[in-house]
């Protein structure tokens, strides 16, 4: 596939000419196609030689040069311009390597969440018949320093795991030396099952936004980023049509989450610190 990236660059052209829909281009259009024609012939067909000389002489027999009949300009609809647009959006905006994700945990992640969208879900079971388990919620300072026999405390541990991410929360928090013991959360979220499970549920919510915001959003308001809507203004919250807050309409219409603590009440009565902690 050696013309791939000259193909790519005929497409772009041709998506660019479509979206301006200007009728004076339909003779660009035409060079175009026939030049992708070229370029993809060799590698995609069989007999390519007999195959394209029988398309362009059957052309020239009815006196049309080849894709001189084009239907062009196309239709022009709303949903055509959409969809163009954002065509033409995905073929032109590159990506910078420096952006790519480096940490193998977080494409692992990513990869996990992107197949589950496309999933058949599974109905879930009826809740006497979910299982549980006992686990702490987050770490405490002692657990996070407590030794094991080998001399390695969880804290060390997670470090040499997640080197990257620990020094990114350095980075973040700017704390140094042991006072990052006085910080739990971080340790909590990479180590205990149940705080990543908690913590990924309420990245699913999110995400859906983040889908609902691609899907719904207008040109301008994706050129714009998705923080300037998330961090709306207060007329943006009070505003029903605004689309912060149809985006949280269609987020609470799919996304519902059950989390539940059998002893949280008898921690919470005696006053144990791990009734704070959930």
Not at 126 to 146: A, G, H, P
Not at 174 to 190: Q, T, V, Y
Request: glycine share 4%; proline share 4%; hydrophobic share 35%.
């Amino acid at each position: 596939m050696k013309p791939l990236p000259d193909l790519c660059k005929k497409f772009e052209e041709l998506v660019e000419i479509l979206k301006d829909s200007d009728p004076s281009k339909k003779d660009s259009v035409v060079l175009l196609l026939q030049d992708m024609l070229e370029l993809d012939t060799p590698d995609m067909m069989v007999n390519e030689i007999r195959e394209l000389g029988e398309l362009s002489q059957g052309s020239k027999d009815s006196g049309n040069q080849l894709f001189a009949t084009v239907a062009y300009p196309p239709p022009n609809t709303a949903q055509w311009e959409v969809q163009i647009r954002r065509l033409h959006l995905l073929l032109t905006v590159k990506e910078s390597a420096s952006n790519a994700l480096t940490n193998l945990e977080a494409c692992r992640r990513m990869t996990f969440f992107s197949n589950s969208l496309f999933m058949n879900m599974p109905r879930a079971p009826r809740v006497r018949k979910m299982l549980s388990f006992s686990e702490e919620t987050t770490y405490s300072k002692s657990d996070l320093e407590m030794e094991n026999e080998d001399g390695v405390s969880i804290l060390y541990y997670l470090q040499k795991i997640y080197p990257d991410e620990w020094n990114n929360f350095m980075e973040c928090i700017n704390f140094k030396g042991s006072e990052i013991l006085e910080n739990d959360e971080n340790a909590s979220l990479r180590g205990q099952t149940l705080s990543k499970t908690v913590r990924g549920m309420m990245y699913y919510r999110r995400a859906l936004k983040l889908q609902a915001f691609l899907n719904m959003a207008s040109e301008d308001e994706i050129l714009e980023g998705y923080n300037s809507i998330i961090e709306p203004s207060d007329e943006d919250r009070k505003s029903q049509r605004s689309t912060y807050t149809q985006l949280e309409v269609v987020a609470d219409m799919k996304f519902t989450y059950v989390a539940t603590c059998q002893i949280y009440g008898n921690q919470k009565r005696s006053g144990d610190m791990r009734a704070t902690d959930i």
